[in-house]
Every structure is written in structure tokens, then in C-alpha cells.
């Protein structure tokens, strides 16, 4: 049993058809290419991802032994904001329009880690698209909140910051090539706890296992571990 949807952003960005599997039942592992190919034949798709518990271990090797690959291990984090202080900084505020162009070479090549590059598969130039676009629609209102870190007024990162229910969420993150291991991330990340502050008691991001310096840096400032899972992709021969 597969219950999938299909992603039209994902397929209108990256230029395939573009499916995810919301949840999956194996009962007969070997008729699982049998059902792959009757998903093909009735809705022409190029891939197939799901993303799952990393507990799921048996149902992952079925997948994998019936032709899906590997490609990441999500990790979701979360910090309760409560007895947390947080200083202003002057290098830090609101998007305003003339960042756009900077915020968009920022996101160019800045999610590396993430699966959709993991995945040789994918078209990388059609990946950058994706994560331009991706900030592009949080500036345009998807997020909440858009913080940029500048020099000068000269963006060098941003973060998207997002109120989900009674939840905070760190969507999206990045900091120019030029200006990374300065220590601007963390401070992205504490300015956007700082304006989560007075609206939501527990703030949560996901990032990659494979993200070391990300991982560090969200431990160090009080993130705890709350979930890690696998990214496994489907692709379907033309």
C-alpha cells in the first residue's frame, strides 16, 4: 500500500515529476517493483522520495534492496525558548527589498548537504533554482519573518523564520561563501530565537546528519536532538 501525492513546486522547479510517498505499507516486499511499475504507467513519474524514521530498518532495506537509494539522514532539532536571554546585534534586521538579488547568489550554493544534492540524479543547476526559490517565496511572505546578517547594509546571510501552531520553526538558513566560518550563523540563529521570544515557547530546525559545523552549532546554543530519519529516492528508468 503507498499512499503518494504529487509535489508540484518540486516538479515545476526541478523540471521532473515529482512524487512523495506519505506513508507506505509493505506487506509483500517482492511485489513491491510490481507496484512501482503500475504507479508508472498511471501517473508518468520520474521519482518517487520518502522519508522516514531511521528506526524503519527493515522497511529501508526492502526499499533499497527493490531499487531505492540512500540519499540523506534528516535530523530534526528543537530548544525550549523559556529563561533564555538574548542581546541585540547591530548587524542584524529585517529583509528589505533591494536584498533580494544578494539573498538569491547566497542560496545559490549554500545547502550542500542537503539530499537534493546528495542525490546525483537530480539536475544540480535545477537545485540551485529551487533553493533560490525557495527564499525568494519566503521573502514574498512564505515566512513570517526574513532576518538578514549585514556588513555595510551588504547582506552575507539570512535566515526564514516561520510560526507554526504554537511551535517556531527555522525553515531556511544560509550565509554567504565569502563570510562563513565567522561565527554569522550562530548569531542568525540567535537573533532569530531572540524574535521568536515573545511569540512561541519552543523553536525547531532540521538540517542534515552529514551537516557537521550546522549540528555543533545548533547544540551549542541549546538545541537538543529530537528526530533523525532517511531520505530514500525512487527513480524510474525513461
Not at 87 to 112: G, P
Not at 114 to 124: A, E, G, I
Request: glycine share 6%.
Amino acid at each position: 500500500f503507498f499512499n503518494i501525492e504529487k509535489s508540484d513546486w518540486d516538479t515545476k522547479i526541478l523540471g521532473i515529476n515529482f512524487y512523495r510517498i506519505n506513508d507506505i505499507t509493505l506487506k509483500n516486499p517482492d511485489k513491491l517493483n510490481e507496484s512501482l511499475n503500475s504507479f508508472k504507467s498511471r501517473f508518468d513519474i520520474d521519482c518517487l522520495t520518502y522519508k522516514t524514521d531511521l528506526n524503519n530498518l527493515d522497511l529501508m532495506k526492502d526499499l533499497m534492496r527493490g531499487g531505492f537509494i540512500l540519499a540523506g539522514f534528516p535530523i530534526r532539532l528543537s530548544v525550549d525558548l523559556e529563561n533564555m536571554l538574548f542581546k541585540d546585534d547591530e548587524n542584524i534586521r529585517l529583509f528589505k527589498e533591494s536584498d533580494l538579488s544578494h539573498l538569491l547568489q547566497i542560496a545559490k550554493n549554500a545547502f550542500l548537504h542537503t539530499y537534493r544534492y546528495n542525490d546525483k540524479n537530480f539536475d544540480r543547476n535545477k537545485v540551485d533554482e529551487l533553493y533560490m526559490d525557495w527564499i525568494r517565496n519566503s521573502c514574498g511572505g512564505r515566512a513570517d519573518a526574513v532576518l538578514i546578517y549585514h556588513e555595510n547594509d551588504v547582506p552575507k546571510g539570512f535566515i526564514a523564520c516561520n510560526i507554526k501552531g504554537n511551535k517556531g520553526l527555522i525553515d531556511l538558513i544560509a550565509v554567504s561563501e565569502d563570510a562563513r566560518g565567522k561565527g554569522i550563523g550562530k548569531k542568525l540563529v540567535l537573533s532569530s530565537l531572540r524574535w521568536f521570544k515573545d511569540k512561541v515557547n519552543h523553536v525547531e530546525v532540521n538540517t542534515e546528519a552529514i551537516n557537521y559545523p550546522s549540528l555543533k552549532m545548533y547544540q551549542n546554543n541549546g538545541f537538543k536532538v529530537e528526530w533523525v530519519g532517511a531520505n530514500l529516492d525512487y527513480w524510474f528508468k525513461k
